[in-house]
Structure formats: structure tokens, C-alpha cells
């Protein structure tokens, strides 16, 4: 019988559920789509390394309580402590989150993660890395981190270097949002299950009482099958995506995309500038080159060169694009971002 304890001091944010020898994880700030507070990120560290040192427990589920899995982190409290003076309590952030991306990347017990709903940003961090990702019919995955002043971190450009073709670099510049059809085509996901099911699923891999990973996922693909892409799906248009984004540079990928613009009427290529256009120049140049890096660099390389990158970001030396990025679309939601247009040419 599963029991569930929270955290000390009754936040709440985490909980857990136990069986003999499975610990599910439930991400619990529903109104706030998960998104990863740094309480939540310390409690999850300590719950993972607690979890490795018992030999009890065989594995790790990952889920979220409403309607996402996790929307991203939690960076707007990040904001608030660099407009204050203080941009070392905003790496403090980051350190400890691209730490749990670590672990999870490095774990020697399973992870499930199941992402039945929204997944962006450090929600990508919390799962990705983790050796199985379930998508459903709800699941949306996004990194739309250009459009804020950043980059994709928590080792995106890991795994994003690692995606069909230039897959990673397309999703990384433009911030898609994908569907857990193409989540699973392009590799982001490891299984699909519809989320009707998804309770079925959960009452057998509690049942577990091994850390076999090929016992895992016959297990899930009791359960799974593999969906049909949209018509309009990008992964439809890889032949665009890798004549496009295997150029050098920015302006050779806006290029390349115009001229295909020019050559035949297509909505997907026309909305695909549009978002190009509509992100920090900055951001896309640092996301492009940090992607471009990640695909000859290990896991742990691709963290530790994205925690230096994040520094100098929340330093602002070169570029405040990340804080009128976060003012625009994540504190005053007007959606209308002023600095991030100022070296367009």
C-alpha cells in the first residue's frame, strides 16, 4: 500500500508517495503549473540522492499534479533578486537546478517521468535527462527561452545536439512547441500513453521491485502505442529544417528560410521566421553556438559551460535582454518587450 508523506515544515510543493521499493515524486504547485521553485529544486535533490543510498528503492516516478508536468523554472523570483543587486541568489538558483539535472543524468536507478501536460523550460531539465519520458494526447513541450533573453539550459544543449538532424536547433531557436506525437518521433519522449490509461500504467510500475530498465519498458509498452503526427507536425518538414538550420549562422538560417519563403507559399516556414524575428538576436546567437558546442561535449560539460553562460546573463554585462524579456511576457505580460529589438538591423 502506497503512503504519501510532503515536506518538512508543510509547503507542500513536493510529494511523495512510497511502495516498498518505488518512490513516486509529485511536483504539487498546480496554480503556478509546477514551475520549479527553489525549495522544490533542494527537496528533489535530497529526496534523489536519499533514494540512491537506499537499496530498497528500484525506482524513481516523476509526475506533476494538475495540468502541466512542470512549466519551467521558477525565474521570475530569479528577476526579482537580480533587479534587487543580489544576481548571485539567481545563480544559487541555477547552480542547484543544473545539479539536479546532473543527478538525474547520472542516476543509477531508473527515472519515469510522466508528462501528461505542459513541459517547458526546466521542466525539460527535470525529465529529458532521466532514462524514461512518457508523453500522452496532452503533453506540450516547449523551450521558449529566445523569446525571454536566455538560452535553453539545463543541459538543452546536450540533448538537444542530440535530436534527428538539426531538430534541436530548430526547436532550441524558435522555442516550437511540440505535441507528444512528435515528442516521441523526435526522441524527447520514450513512450506515449494515452492519459486515460495512465492510471493503469502507474499501478503496475509501482508493483516494481527491480531496477532492470528493459523490465521497465516492456512494462510501459503494455501500455503505449505510437501515434499518428498531425499533418501540420514540423517533423513533417525535416527536409526544410536541416537545409535551413544546418547553416553556419543566424542570418544565413533567416536567409535560407526567406528563400524557401519565396519559393512556395507555406504557413509553416512564414510562422517559423516570424518566431526567429520575434526572439532576443542576442539569445538566438548564444543558443545556436551553445547547441553547436553540445553535440562533441559530454552532459556534464554542456551543464557546467551553460551555468557560466547563465552567470554572465544574470550579470547583465553584455545584454539585459533576459530582464525585459521576463518583465514583457512573465511579470507585466504585456507581451511587448523593448530592448530585445535594439540591435535588429
Keep these: 500500500m502506497a503512503h504519501t508523506s510532503s515536506i518538512h515544515g508543510g509547503t507542500n510543493q513536493v510529494l511523495v508517495e512510497e511502495t516498498s521499493s518505488v518512490r513516486t515524486f509529485i511536483l504539487n504547485r498546480p496554480k503556478q503549473l509546477n514551475a520549479l521553485s527553489h525549495q522544490m529544486i533542494s527537496r528533489l535533490l535530497e529526496l534523489f540522492h536519499a533514494s540512491e543510498r537506499d537499496s530498497n528503492v528500484k525506482m524513481i516516478i516523476l509526475k506533476g499534479n494538475g495540468r502541466a508536468f512542470c512549466a519551467g ?16 541568489l539567481g545563480a544559487d538558483y541555477f547552480r542547484e537546478e543544473f545539479t ?61 545536439s542530440r535530436l534527428p538532424g538539426f531538430f534541436g536547433e530548430y526547436a532550441g531557436l524558435t522555442g516550437a512547441r511540440l505535441d507528444g506525437a512528435e515528442m516521441l518521433a523526435c526522441g524527447l519522449a520514450t513512450h ?34 505510437i501515434p499518428k503526427l498531425k499533418e501540420g507536425s514540423s517533423y513533417h518538414k525535416m527536409k526544410i529544417i536541416d537545409r535551413c538550420f544546418s547553416r553556419r549562422t543566424v542570418e544565413e538560417i533567416i536567409s535560407a528560410l526567406e528563400s524557401e519563403a519565396l519559393n512556395k507559399n507555406d504557413d509553416w516556414v512564414s510562422s517559423t521566421i516570424q518566431s526567429l524575428k520575434k526572439a532576443s538576436p542576442t539569445s538566438l546567437k548564444i543558443s545556436l553556438r551553445s547547441i553547436r558546442e553540445g553535440r562533441l561535449q559530454g552532459v556534464g560539460s554542456c551543464l557546467i559551460r551553460e551555468y557560466r553562460m547563465v552567470c554572465h546573463v544574470l550579470m547583465g554585462e553584455f545584454s539585459k535582454d533576459f530582464f525585459e524579456g521576463c518583465r514583457a511576457l512573465l511579470i507585466d505580460k504585456d507581451r511587448n518587450p523593448k530592448l530585445l529589438l535594439q540591435d535588429r538591423r
Design 73 to 88: 523554472g521558477d525565474v521570475t523570483a530569479v528577476v526579482h533578486n537580480v533587479r534587487r543587486g543580489n544576481w548571485k
Design 192 to 225: 506515449f500513453v494515452p492519459s486515460e490509461r495512465l492510471p493503469l500504467l502507474e499501478q503496475a510500475l509501482v508493483k516494481v521491485n527491480t531496477s532492470d530498465p528493459d523490465v521497465i519498458s516492456t512494462i510501459i509498452s503494455r501500455f503505449s502505442h
Design 100 to 160: 539536479l539535472n546532473y543527478v538525474m543524468a547520472t542516476y543509477s536507478k531508473p527515472q519515469v517521468s510522466i508528462l501528461n501536460g505542459i513541459v517547458m523550460g526546466g521542466g525539460a531539465g527535470a525529465s529529458v535527462h532521466g532514462r524514461f519520458r512518457v508523453a500522452t494526447e496532452k503533453s506540450v513541450f516547449a523551450m521558449p527561452e529566445t523569446a525571454l533573453g536566455l538560452f535553453p539550459d539545463v543541459g538543452a544543449s546536450y540533448f538537444y
